[in-house]
């Protein structure tokens, strides 16, 4: 049986960058606090775990001082950076740049529709870490939607300014962004800004390709990964043979029966050495 990786899974730029920092504070200070999940993968989240990274929570920023804190590539509302910079704490901002700019934008928006009366909509995972970085900027004024049929709730008898979170479906904001436009009230202001990462979203037609290209899909991702979520549903329709796992030991050899290859991918979230694990651990079945 031939067993393929994907060469474009695995860490996006923004987590590379966010772990790699990770590790040289880690080996300068040998202990470090991360804001949340460094990345949704807990496997990954372990290692870095042992090396002396310690996640924590905003309620716990007060009794830091003195300590050094790593803001993730999902960034940060500025409300984090005042209460690290009143609490003593020195902070490694990794932030990955795509999502930076981002803030910008919707910190822009935000003023553009406030001097028209209108509002942001941001296409986007609510509670999201991203998502509660993006609204942030702006004191949690933006109509955030998930879906299609949240659409409903928009008035569209003012402006609106659509964007989204960085890591979501090109071809849903398309159609959300299409749906808008064609409910608005004539000569109201409408303005779409595509802020989807081409780094992640780009995957998506790969993905699709790489799932059709083999009998077996073993898709890699951790269960809290939103990227995972959308980027396994790629694969699932390209190939209904699709199996999603967190790591080697939850693979089903009967998933594989009659397979002669299986191919192994993951999210922005899934670091290769995991996928070249679970790789070894198919072979070795």
């Known amino acids: 049986m031939r ?11 923004g987590v590379v960058r966010a772990i790699g920092e990770a590790e040289s504070a880690l080996k300068s200070r040998g202990e470090v606090y991360c804001l949340g999940d460094i990345v949704h993968n807990r496997v990954e989240v372990q290692r870095l775990q042992n090396l002396g990274l310690h ?14 804190m790593l803001i993730r ?23 990955c740049p795509v999502v930076a700019r981002l803030q910008r934008r919707v910190r822009e928006a935000y003023a553009k529709m406030c001097s028209v ?21 702006v004191g949690d004024d933006v109509v955030v939607v998930e879906s299609e049929a949240e659409l409903e709730g928009l ?16 071809d849903l904001f398309n159609r959300m962004a299409e749906r808008i436009g064609d409910s608005m009230t004539e000569g109201v202001e409408f303005t779409v800004d595509d ?16 799932s059709q290209s083999v009998d077996v899909v073993i898709f890699v991702c951790g269960r809290k990964s939103s990227n995972g979520r959308v980027l396994s549903e790629v694969c699932r329709k390209a190939n209904e043979r699709c199996y999603n796992i967190e790591e080697a030991s939850e693979i089903d050899p ?28 198919i072979n070795n079945l």
């Open 117 to 137: 009366g209108g509002s942001v909509v941001l296409l986007g995972k609510r509670g999201h870490a991203e998502v509660v970085g993006l609204i942030g900027q």
């Open 155 to 170: 008035n569209y008898a003012r402006p609106i300014y659509f964007l989204s979170q960085t890591t979501q479906s090109i």
């Open 254 to 281: 009967q998933w594989l029966e009659g397979a002669e290859s299986v191919g192994i991918c993951g999210a922005t979230s899934t670091p290769r050495w995991l996928m070249e694990e679970v790789a070894t651990h």
């Open 55 to 68: 996640t924590i929570s905003h309620s716990d920023i007060s009794s830091l001082m003195g300590h050094t």
């Open 195 to 210: 802020t989807i990462c081409r780094r992640v979203a780009g995957r998506e037609a790969n993905l699709a390709e790489f």
């Open 3 to 13: 067993v393929v990786i994907d060469d474009n899974s695995g860490f996006c730029f």
């Open 73 to 95: 590539a999902h960034g940060e509302p500025p409300t984090t950076y005042r209460l690290a910079e009143a609490s003593g704490v020195e902070i490694i901002d990794a932030t």
